[in-house]
C-alpha cells in the first residue's frame, strides 16, 4: 500500500499483491515478466511436490487411531506405556460421549453376534448392574470396598442369569479381581481381531518408513495401537509382515523389507524380528 | 478456498476420512517448507508431530481459520523442536542443509522459472527470522497478514512490515545473486545453481 517501491529497483510493485500472487497459478500479471522477486516468490510457493506429500498414509493413519480410539469408548490400554496415549483416548472418549453417543448406542446393537461376551469397552457397564440385579444391594454399597467385598460373594446368588460373567469379571467392589478384568479385555478389546484392515493400513505407514523413524514412530501415540497388537516394540516388524500377507501381498511383495519371506498360503513366520 | 477447507473440516470432524486427505494435501506442502525454515532438515518429523495432533485435536476445534489453527500448532511444535536442540551441541544453521538440497534447477527451468523451489525456499530462510516467518506464511502458506499475525502473536500491520522489509531484502539478494550469475556466464556448466554463500551473515538462529 504505502510501499511503492522495492528494493531501490525502481519497479513500482505493491509488495502485499506480490505476496498475495505467489500462490496463483498463472504467472503476475503487474510486473513485468522479469522481476526475479516475482519468479523466487512464485518458486517458493510451487506446487507440491510428489515428495512433500510422503507422510499422506501417516497422516491418515493418525486420522484412523484417533477416531478408533474415540468409537469403542476407550477400554483401558493393558500396555499402555506412554501418557499422552491416555491423553489421547481420554479425549476421543469425551469428544465421542459429547457427539455420538445415541450413535454409538444404535451402532452397539446393530452389531452382528460374533462374540458372545458383553461388550468389554465399558467395564463397569456391564459388571455393575450385576449384583444389584440379583442381589438387589442398595447403590451405596457399591461405593465402600470393604463392605462390597464382604457382602458380595453372600449376597450374590449363582444361577440367577449371572453364570458367564461371575466367573469372567467378579463385581468391581473387589480389588484383587483387577488382573481378570484386563485380561477380559484384551482378549476382546476393540480392535485386537476385527480392524485388519486399518491395521494394514498403520502397517504400511510403518514399514514405509527408514530405520531410524520407526524406532521413533513406535512412540508415537498413533502407532502406539501397533505395539500392543504386536504385544511388544519389537514384535511390530513381524505382525506387520503378518498382517500385510493376508490383507495386501501385493503390497507386501513391493514395499516390504527384504527380509519378508513370501508366503504362498499366506501365513509369515513371526520369527522375523527386526 | 476458504470455505472449501471449512467444508472439509466439517467432515473430517464427522469422520471423513477423504476430508481430512484433503486437508492434508492443501496444507502439508506449505506448512513443509515454512517448517523447513524454522527447523531445518526436521520439517518433515515436525510436520508428521503436527499432522498427529491436528488429527488429535480435531473433534475439538471450534471453527475458525483452520490453516491458522493447524499452523498455530506446527509452530508451536517447532518452537518445542528448537528448545529440546539447544539442550543438545549447536546443530548448524538450516539454509546449510538447504542448499545442498536445492537440486532442482532442472525443474525451475522446465517451469520457466528463474530459480528453483528449494533455492528459493533456502534464500528467504536466510532472512531475519521474523521477516522470513512473515514472507513464507503470507507467501507460501497464503495465509493474509491478520491470520498470520494472529500464528506470529504480532499485529497485521508488524506483519506487513516484516514481509516488505523481507521482500525488500530479497530483492538485494537477488541482485547480488544476478550480478555473480553474469561474471560467470561465460562458462557452460549448469548456470543456476543456487549461491547461498553471500547469504550467510543474514543467517541468525531462528528462534529469538
Known amino acids: 500500500m504505502f510501499l511503492r517501491r522495492l528494493g531501490g529497483s525502481g519497479a513500482p510493485t505493491d509488495p502485499e499483491q506480490l505476496l498475495d500472487a505467489a500462490r496463483e497459478a498463472r504467472p503476475a500479471t503487474s510486473s513485468g515478466p522479469s522481476d526475479p522477486l ?3 516468490l512464485r518458486a517458493a510457493a510451487a506446487p507440491p511436490r510428489e515428495r512433500e506429500l510422503a507422510g499422506e498414509q501417516e497422516a491418515l493413519a493418525a486420522f484412523r487411531a484417533a477416531r478408533q480410539a474415540g468409537a469403542p469408548a476407550a477400554a483401558p490400554r493393558p500396555r499402555r506405556r506412554r501418557f499422552t496415549a491416555g491423553v489421547v483416548v481420554w479425549i476421543a472418549g469425551v469428544a465421542a460421549t459429547a457427539t455420538a453417543g445415541a450413535a454409538l448406542a444404535a451402532v452397539r446393537l446393530d452389531q452382528p453376534d460374533e462374540r458372545p461376551a458383553p461388550p468389554p469397552a465399558p467395564i463397569t457397564g456391564p459388571v455393575a448392574p450385576s449384583p444389584r440385579a440379583t442381589g438387589g444391594q442398595p447403590d451405596r454399597d457399591g461405593a465402600s470396598p470393604s ?3 464382604s457382602e458380595a460373594p453372600s449376597v450374590v446368588t449363582p444361577g440367577a442369569g449371572v453364570g458367564p460373567t461371575d466367573g469372567l469379571a467378579p463385581t468391581p467392589p473387589a480389588p484383587e479381581s ?3 478384568v484386563v485380561d477380559a479385555t484384551v482378549q476382546a ?9 486399518d491395521r494394514s493400513g498403520l502397517c504400511k505407514a510403518y514399514l514405509q518408513k527408514s530405520e531410524r523413524q520407526r524406532e521413533k514412530a513406535l512412540r508415537t501415540p498413533a502407532f502406539n495401537e501397533l505395539v500392543v497388537a504386536a504385544g511388544g516394540a519389537e514384535n511390530v516388524m513381524a505382525y506387520c509382515q503378518g498382517v500385510l500377507a493376508e490383507t495386501d501381498p501385493q503390497w507386501l511383495a513391493k514395499h516390504g523389507p527384504s527380509t519378508a519371506p513370501e508366503s504362498a498360503d499366506g501365513q509369515v513366520a513371526s520369527t522375523t524380528d527386526s | 478456498m476458504t470455505s472449501e477447507l471449512s467444508q472439509a473440516v ?3 470432524q464427522a469422520g471423513d476420512e477423504e476430508a481430512f486427505r484433503f486437508l492434508y494435501r492443501s496444507l502439508q506442502p506449505g506448512l513443509l517448507r515454512y517448517l523447513t525454515a524454522l527447523v531445518g532438515a526436521d520439517a518433515e518429523d515436525v510436520a508428521s508431530e503436527t499432522w498427529l495432533q491436528v488429527a488429535r485435536d480435531l473433534p475439538n476445534f471450534s471453527g475458525g481459520e483452520f490453516r491458522a489453527w493447524a499452523v498455530t500448532i506446527a509452530r508451536n511444535r517447532a518452537m518445542d523442536h528448537l528448545r529440546r536442540q539447544r ?10 542443509e538447504l542448499s545442498e538440497l536445492a537440486g532442482d534447477a532442472d525443474t525451475a527451468e522446465r517451469a520457466g522459472e528463474s530459480i528453483g523451489t528449494e533455492a528459493a525456499l533456502a534464500m528467504i530462510a536466510s532472512l531475519p527470522p ?3 516467518e512473515a514472507v513464507l506464511l503470507r507467501a507460501v502458506v497464503g495465509l493474509d497478514a491478520e491470520t498470520a499475525g494472529r500464528v506470529l502473536g504480532r499485529r497485521a500491520g508488524a506483519v506487513r512490515t516484516a514481509a516488505h522489509r523481507g521482500l525488500r531484502r530479497l530483492a538485494l539478494l537477488l541482485g547480488e545473486r544476478a550480478e555473480e550469475e553474469a561474471a560467470t556466464a561465460a562458462t557452460p556448466a549448469p548456470p543456476p545453481r543456487p549461491r547461498t554463500g553471500p547469504q550467510a551473515p543474514h543467517a541468525e538462529p531462528v528462534d529469538g
Do not use: Y
Open chain 1, 38 to 40: 516475482v519468479g523466487l
Open chain 1, 147 to 149: 463392605r462390597g467385598e
Open chain 1, 178 to 180: 483387577s488382573a481378570p
Open chain 1, 189 to 197: 478389546g476393540p480392535g485386537n481381531s476385527d480392524n485388519t484392515a
Open chain 2, 10 to 12: 466439517e467432515a473430517a
Open chain 2, 87 to 96: 539442550r543438545r551441541p549447536a546443530l548448524p544453521v538450516p539454509v546449510q
Open chain 2, 130 to 132: 521474523r521477516e522470513a
